[in-house]
């Protein structure tokens, strides 16, 4: 019987302990040894609830517990996360976490405390919740140089795009919605700003090229600036919005980016609509595939983390190596980056020249319902972008075209 101990009884917490329930018999067969929950901790005393008896408010209790084989993180945040994640591999226990903040920042210290130890640090949970991604990047991609990885990672966002797209409505009221749903946090800057994306394509690349990237070094935009205007001219020439997390690698240099793109019908991430999240791997072998689920929810991330359970009982004794070192992976500039943007700007006589002076555009785009015009530039890199940019008075948004 292998004993586990749950760091949190949260959304995600309670979860883990439902998915050990109900799927009892299939994950006992799997792990080849049944899995109990010895300890949940939390602040919060739970009465009448069926972890009752497990629950502790104190760490120590289970750091110091040899019977405690694995640790499954899912306080979120790194305040108390990293001290008893560090402290629990140290003392030679399994970690297994849906903690995104915590795993793009000590990902590889925590990698390498694991190895010492002989015990295993696993995160599947930590990026598009309960889509396989992180074990088929280890372990099913490993004969690929990886070429690109995008992403929507980010149900809120995902969801907030979709709505607006769909109905017509501006940025503010779907974000009440998505709220009132419980589908956005009252404290929105997260996920809007592009942050919690941010932290996901952080972790996805430094797997693919097998070093640190800071999260702090990814250019990231969120959608707060996206317009009913924007939709409705992107749909005009056959494209929809999307908040992408990317990471490409381009001649040997490593471009990472969270930004709003316009996409056509015919990109994999085209049709990934309201909360669900997916991911676009291109390898220079196997071309592109695509891992597609619920990227958040109680059961879909719990199911994630379980199954990191099963893989830390299945692997006692046995260090599963993940190529991710503490040396930092140097991003390229994205000034260097070329692309084509789209140009939303006031549908003035004014405004249409200095766009003809400035980029030599020879067709405005319009559509039903919008205010606006907008044009297509051709291809050139982030930094000759923004210096045309700069002379335009009458802009007022612009998105990359990918
Ligand atoms: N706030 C995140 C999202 C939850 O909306 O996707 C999962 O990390």
């Known amino acids: 019987m ?85 402290a629990s591999l140290e003392n030679g226990k399994s970690v297994v976490t849906s903690n995104k903040e915590l795993v793009a920042k000590y990902g590889a210290e925590l990698l390498t405390i694991a190895k010492e130890k002989n015990v295993n640090f696993f995160f599947e949970a930590s990026v598009g919740g309960g889509i396989p991604i992180i074990r088929p990047l280890n372990e099913c991609l490993t004969a690929e140089e990886i070429c690109e990885i995008t992403g929507i990672l980010n149900g809120t966002t995902n969801y907030i795009l979709t709505k607006m797209s769909k109905e017509g409505l501006d940025f503010g009221t779907v974000l009440k919605d998505a709220q009132d749903k419980g589908y956005a946090e009252r404290n929105p800057e997260a996920d809007v700003e592009g942050y919690d994306a941010c932290r996901k394509i952080a972790i996805l690349t430094s797997l693919a090229f097998g070093k640190q990237v ?8 969120g959608i707060t600036s996206i317009t009913p205007d924007d939709i409705k001219l ?56 695509m891992f597609y689920g619920k990227g958040a929810g109680k059961l879909p991330t719990a199911s994630a983390v379980v199954a990191d359970i099963v893989a830390a009982v299945k692997n006692k004794d046995r260090h599963i190596e993940v190529k991710w070192d503490t040396d930092k992976l140097a991003l390229s500039d994205i000034s260097s980056s070329a692309k084509q943007f789209f140009v939303r700007i006031a549908d003035t006589e004014e405004s249409r020249i200095e766009a003809e002076k400035i980029f030599g555009v020879e067709e405005f785009i319009r559509a039903e319902g919008a205010v606006d015009c907008a044009f297509v530039t051709g291809v050139m890199t982030e930094a000759q972008f923004a210096e045309k940019e700069a002379k335009l008075t009458g802009i007022r948004n612009r998105i990359r075209l990918q």
């Open 234 to 289: 992107a749909a005009s020439i056959g494209r929809s919005i999307k908040l992408l997390a990317s990471s490409k690698c381009v001649d040997g240099n490593v471009y990472a980016m969270v930004t709003p793109g316009m996409i056509t019908n015919e990109h994999p991430l085209y049709g990934v609509e309201d909360v669900f999240n997916a991911v676009m791997v291109e390898g220079n072998m196997v071309g592109r595939t």
């Open 214 to 221: 800071d999260f702090e070094d990814i250019y990231t935009e």
């Open 2 to 86: 292998a004993k586990v101990a749950v760091l949190g009884y949260g959304t995600v917490g309670s979860g883990v302990v439902d998915v050990l329930e109900f799927n009892r018999d299939i994950i006992a067969q799997r792990a080849k040894e049944k899995i109990d929950v010895k300890y949940v901790l939390d602040l919060r005393d739970f009465p009448g609830d069926k972890v009752e008896k497990m629950l502790v408010h104190d760490f120590d209790t289970i750091v110091n517990d040899d019977e405690v084989e694995i640790v499954a993180e899912v306080l979120g945040g790194v305040k108390f996360a990293y001290p008893y994640v560090k």
